[in-house]
């Protein structure tokens, strides 16, 4: 038995617990009921808006890019969450005391936030295909380019969640360091209105990360190729998104073993303790 | 098992271990004691590698914990103070995720890891073994933690102050599970405590850490018999009460009875505690002096 690959497996099942463990809670439920009612509420009102000299209606525009920053926002925020939390809870550090735990935890933890995708895009595909019409117009074609971008974007997004989530000091601080700089980047990154209306540097800025790229792949799946003009360069560019996000891919796979190792070394009972102080008296 | 020795250890120009030397030998029960801050915590870090000395030496089954591989990990047990962690999960789902890693690490002789029912019974909480363990109590939940920490079948076990808050119930369920660990399957335990009944009940041996290092060594008994003045004597002639301390209970009852003869009225010979003997023996390292014959007893 190779106990890598055996911890592995273990990793992926501990992955499919969390998942399913996830669905049950109410907590996570109210998670993904508030996500998807709030975007179809925010797409509801502006039904009747067309985006202006496209013919296209501002939901069939929108919803693209809104699920490409979802999946941003989601296995970026959520991983950096879970791994600061879990530094702090002793999970990572039960971990830490068994053989090869590291590599059954981490592979949990990309299995779960992957799987958790799944919910929070379906939320909100399913009742947007049944409320508003004219929202695919790729065809299968256009699900396939759905399927390869999730997945590249996934690739390219975790990694950068997992670091996050082993720098931050605590879990109060994620909001800070992670919420407010992705949430910062979504804005920029051309998902509420189109990225022309930003200044040249900002679109610049916006295109070294992967968020751009993610809403760019998924309305070059979507929407009908007459909606190219609404891009930058009157163009798809799918070769540079391809690009952009396997070498993100390939950055954070580089990366991330090597900050998780440093952070699980880091890791000890007396730190785990100390963060339980803190947040009682945080509670307090 | 265990052999450390000048093991040092210092957070900037604090100094918080000064030469720790101690040996856990097979089967043993171990106890290691001292005041908070006294670096109980830290060394045991050390021992389970979750931290790096300053300087020294540290033999862990062999192997520098440092260094030591992941066949090694699968050989030492480590129960953690858990707080909110898998607070969706049931003890019998955590433990069998868990114990699924040292299945690689199973021989003939040490059939790893245990099988869990057998387990959650041993340690109490076969009725909770489908609970979600966020709903568990205090007292369950540490339980919870010793099962996690024993499921490999390990061959050297450490505790970190392992009954913090346990009921008293709960306390001595807990040192009948240490007794059975250690008489049947012969693991060897490091444990820390500052409850000094524990130590007492508990340990083959103490060791007494104060000031970064250890100050005495042995069973409780033989540290009792290392501080002067190990009893005190109280008697009455009538109206009027005495106390003495003394190190010559024999001789010096036989001295009361030569001289007072029946006009003894009462009398009463009082042991020193393993609290005496502890607050004695911490108290002389804070002074700073060498701890005298003490010290010399240990660092051999």
Redesign the interface.
């Known amino acids: 038995?190779?106990?890598t690959r055996?911890?592995i497996g273990?990793g992926l099942?501990?992955g499919w617990?969390?998942f399913v463990?996830?669905l049950r809670?109410p907590q996570d439920q109210g998670f993904y009921l508030f996500t998807a009612v709030g975007t179809l509420v925010y797409l509801w009102f502006n039904r009747d808006n067309e985006l202006e000299g496209t013919g296209l209606m501002y939901p069939t525009y929108a919803l693209p890019s809104i699920l490409g920053a979802l999946v941003a926002f989601g296995v970026v925020i959520g991983p950096a969450f879970a791994l600061a939390m879990?530094r702090e809870?002793?999970?990572l550090?039960?971990h830490?005391?068994?053989?090869?735990?590291m590599q059954?935890y981490v592979t949990g933890q990309l299995t779960y936030h992957s799987l958790g995708l799944l919910p929070s895009l379906l939320t909100i595909l399913v009742p947007s295909f049944l409320l508003f019409d004219g929202l695919m117009h790729g065809g299968a074609a256009g699900w396939l380019t759905v399927a390869w971008v999730v997945v590249l974007g996934l690739l390219a997004t975790l990694p950068l969640g997992m670091i996050l989530g082993s720098v931050v000091p605590s879990t109060q601080k994620v909001g800070t360091w992670g919420m407010l700089p992705v949430l910062l980047l979504t804005a920029i990154s051309g998902i509420f209105f189109p990225i022309q209306v930003m200044w040249g540097w900002v679109q610049a800025i916006a295109q070294v990360f992967p968020v751009y790229w993610i809403g760019l792949g998924l309305r070059s799946a979507f929407l009908p190729d007459s909606a190219v003009t609404v891009e930058l360069g009157d163009s798809w560019r799918t070769g540079v998104t391809v690009l952009v996000l396997v070498t993100w891919a390939v950055l954070g796979a580089l990366v991330t073993p090597r900050v998780l190792r440093r952070m699980a070394r880091r890791?000890?009972?007396?730190q785990?303790?100390a963060a339980?102080e803190a947040t009682l008296q945080w509670v307090h | 098992m265990v052999r450390t020795s000048g093991l040092r250890m210092s957070y900037g120009d604090q100094e918080v271990l000064s030469g720790v030397d101690l040996e856990v030998h097979p089967g043993e029960v171990v106890c290691l004691l001292g005041p908070n801050g006294a670096g109980k915590?830290?060394t045991i870090?050390i021992l389970?590698g979750?931290?790096l000395p300053s300087a020294g030496e540290v033999r862990v089954l062999g192997e520098d914990p440092a260094t030591a591989g992941?066949?090694w990990?699968?050989r030492?047990g480590?129960v953690?103070?858990?707080?909110?962690?898998?607070a969706?999960?049931t003890p019998r789902?955590l433990l069998t995720?868990?114990g699924?890693?040292?299945?690689?690490?199973s021989t003939p002789e040490r059939p790893r890891p245990y099988e869990v029912d057998h387990l959650l019974a041993t340690v109490g909480l076969a009725e909770h073994a489908d609970r979600k363990i966020g709903t568990l109590s205090g007292g369950q939940r540490r339980r919870l933690d010793v099962a996690?920490?024993i499921i490999?079948r390990p061959e050297l076990l450490f505790l970190?102050e392992p009954t913090a808050g346990f009921d008293p119930q709960a306390r001595r369920d807990f040192h009948e599970l240490v007794h059975r660990l250690s008489d049947l399957e012969g693991t060897s335990i490091l444990l820390t405590t500052h409850d000094l009944a524990e130590a007492e009940k508990l340990a083959d041996r103490i060791l007494i850490l104060a000031h970064g290092r250890i100050v005495a060594s042995g069973s409780a008994d033989e540290l009792t018999r290392q501080v002067a003045g190990t009893a005190e004597v109280r008697w009455a002639c009538g109206p009027d009460r005495f106390v003495h301390p003394t190190d010559d209970v024999v001789g010096f009852v036989r001295r009361l009875f030569e001289e007072h003869g029946d006009r003894l009225t009462d009398l009463e010979v009082r042991r020193a505690s393993l609290e005496d003997t502890y607050l004695a023996m911490v108290q002389r390292a804070e002074s700073g002096r060498p701890a005298g014959p003490v010290l010399e007893e240990v660092t051999r």
Do not use: C, I
């Not at chain 1, 890791?267 to 007396?270: A, K, L, R, W």
């Not at chain 2, 953690?80 to 898998?86: F, P």
């Open positions: 038995m190779n106990p055996h911890a273990l099942r501990r617990t969390e463990l996830s809670s879990e809870d002793g999970t550090l039960r830490k005391a068994l053989p090869h735990g059954g890791q000890s009972g007396s785990v303790q339980r | 915590t830290t870090e389970e979750f931290r992941d066949a990990r699968a030492v480590v953690l103070q858990s707080w909110r962690d898998h969706r999960w789902r995720q868990l699924g890693y040292f299945e690689p690490f996690v920490g490999g970190d």
